[in-house]
């Protein structure tokens, strides 16, 4: 089982990393609409939302939602997700054998693939391309 959920993950963290890198520095604070996040703020969410899932998902903490401050430009952002995927691998190992908590590792794939998919849209607003689906 570790292994199958190491290989969703790093698919996961590989496309989402795509995605979060097809963004050209300038326009990470695009916003499609006024009252939506920008990419950034998007991309942001995704990090923190994978903490904080894995913490109550996963490892079943009462986890008060409390962002941090949003990650500065693109270059810190991009390390901010590739932090949270590396904390996330390193809770595989911890649960590979409780079903809750494998349960809870799709929920927090489940809300990346979400928040992604309206990356790739902020993408073609832009006239971008997204890069290709993997999986």
């Not at 695009?30 to 109550?56: C, N, Q």
């Not at 941090?68 to 390193?90: G, M």
């Not at 590792?105 to 790739?120: E, K, L, P, S, W």
Request: glycine letters at 6%; aromatic letters at 12%; proline letters at 4%.
């Amino acid at each position: 089982m570790k292994k199958q959920l190491l290989a969703k993950l790093e698919n996961s963290k590989t496309y989402t990393l795509a995605v979060a890198n097809g963004m050209p520095s300038a326009h990470y604070d695009f916003k499609p609409t006024a009252d939506v996040w920008s990419f950034r703020e998007l991309m942001h969410h995704i990090g923190y939302g994978i903490y904080w899932f894995k913490g109550t998902l996963i490892q079943k903490e009462d986890v008060a939602w409390e962002p941090p401050a949003v990650t500065a430009d693109k270059d810190a952002t991009i390390a901010w997700l590739e932090e949270a995927f590396v904390v996330l691998e390193n809770t595989v190992d911890k649960m590979a054998k409780d079903e809750e908590s494998i349960v809870g590792f799709f929920g927090v794939v489940d809300h990346i693939t979400h928040h992604r998919g309206q990356a790739t849209t902020y993408l073609r607003c832009k006239g971008i391309t997204p890069p290709e689906y993997i999986f």
